[in-house]
Each structure stands twice: as structure tokens, then as C-alpha cells.
């Protein structure tokens, strides 16, 4: 069965600090994976996924298939960066469901 | 575009009352989805729809019953509130798997639901 592992409930760092939320799932075949971001008070809202390979807000993400995982980085961390962080796996046709992790709660110390 | 809304924002149930959550999508998105949020769970998806009527069970179903009679709604039906279904209820949609797009998920605001 496909699951996605967030090992940290809580991450502290400071402002302008180096970040990295990690992600680690496990899934047979070739998954597609996403992380969310959920602001205070806010929705979900789809912060990016692997095969955009884009930076969104200065975030990137690197899928790794070898170790399996796919961790969240940014370079310098900014206090708006405080909130929820879901990374979620997509298994693909036929099962059009995504499998979310715990969650990470990041908080910028400023 | 209002996106994805959901009614109502907050509610308090005693245990034993029902009680219907509507979510509502103006996108005509193919997928809807009902998920509960709680601390240190993370989402867990109840049910979703991949059509106008069609339902399926997530991973959490018990206790909860879905009805899609129109493209654009998704309702989530309580039928015996327990506090165990105290949480955070939040609704997304998906766009046809046909589109480049097909795998994001656009979440509602949510509902957060107290039983007592």
C-alpha cells in the first residue's frame, strides 16, 4: 500500500535560515507528488509538484526514486513561510486519489 | 469564479444529531473529494465522487454517507453525530483526468464541526 511519512510534526528555524521539510513515501510504481501549503486561517492550496520542477515562492523539491523521497527546500527562510506543509502521492489512472502525509508545522522564528 | 465553497463554516452537534455539510464547485471539475483534517492525522479522505452520480469510500467512511446528485455539489451526510467526528471537514475537487492538470486538487475553506 502507497504511503507518504512526514517525520517532523514541528520545525522551528530562523529567519533567513536554510529550510527543509522531508518527505518520504512509498509506492511500487512511478508516483506523481505534490506538497501542499495551508496558511493560518487559509485553504489548502497546491504549493507544487515534481513534474513541474518549478520554484514556487522559492521552494523547490527534488523527487529522489532512490531513496525515495521528496523534501521540501528553500535557501532563506522568511517569517510568511510560517504554516502547514502536506506533501501528498498520486498513484495515478484508475485510482484518482491523493494520499496525504501528517503534515509539518513550520514556524519562522524571526 | 467562487472556486470551491463550502456551508456551513462552523457548526456545534450534540451527539446523536445529524446534519448535512454541502460543498459546491462552479469549476465543473469531474472529482470531489471529502476529507477530515485532525491534529497529528494529517487528511484523511471519507469519500470522493469521480461523477455525477457515482460515490466511493475512502479511507475513514464509517459514520458518514455522500450523496452527488448534480456535477457541481458533493454532500457529506452525518446521520448519528459521535465526538469522535469533532474535526475539521474540508471538500476539494479535481479537474476531468483528460486535462494536463487533471491531478490538483482545489480545497474549499472547510468546515470545523464540534459534537458534544
Known amino acids: 500500500a502507497q504511503r507518504v511519512t512526514q517525520p517532523e510534526k514541528l520545525l522551528s528555524v530562523f529567519k533567513g535560515a536554510p529550510v527543509e521539510l522531508k518527505c518520504n513515501y512509498s509506492?511500487?510504481?512511478?508516483?506523481?507528488l505534490f506538497w501542499y501549503v495551508q496558511y493560518s486561517r487559509q485553504r489548502l492550496q497546491l504549493l507544487l509538484r515534481h513534474i513541474s520542477r518549478e520554484s514556487i515562492k522559492g521552494f523547490t523539491a527534488d523527487l529522489n526514486k532512490g531513496e525515495t523521497s521528496f523534501h521540501l527546500k528553500k535557501p532563506f527562510a522568511q517569517e510568511e513561510d510560517s504554516a502547514m506543509y502536506y506533501c501528498a502521492l498520486f498513484r495515478g489512472f484508475g485510482n484518482e486519489k491523493l494520499t496525504f502525509g501528517t503534515g509539518t508545522r513550520l514556524t519562522i522564528i524571526p | 469564479n467562487a472556486g470551491v465553497t463550502q456551508t456551513p463554516k462552523f457548526r456545534v452537534l450534540k451527539t446523536g444529531q445529524s446534519m448535512t455539510l454541502l460543498c459546491a464547485q462552479d469549476m465543473n471539475h469531474e472529482y470531489m473529494y471529502w476529507y477530515r483534517q485532525d491534529p497529528g492525522m494529517g487528511l484523511r479522505l471519507i469519500h470522493y465522487s469521480v461523477g455525477e452520480g457515482t460515490t466511493a469510500k475512502g479511507e475513514v467512511p464509517d459514520g458518514y454517507n455522500v450523496s452527488r446528485l448534480k456535477k457541481q455539489n458533493f454532500l457529506l451526510g452525518l446521520e448519528s453525530a459521535a465526538p469522535s467526528q469533532t474535526s475539521v471537514y474540508f471538500c476539494?475537487?479535481?479537474?476531468?483526468?483528460?486535462?494536463?492538470?487533471?491531478?490538483?486538487?482545489?480545497f474549499g475553506p472547510g468546515t470545523r464541526l464540534t459534537v458534544t
Open positions: 476539494a475537487s479535481t479537474p476531468s483526468p483528460r486535462t494536463r492538470i487533471r491531478n490538483e486538487q482545489y
Open positions: 509506492y511500487s510504481g512511478s508516483p506523481e
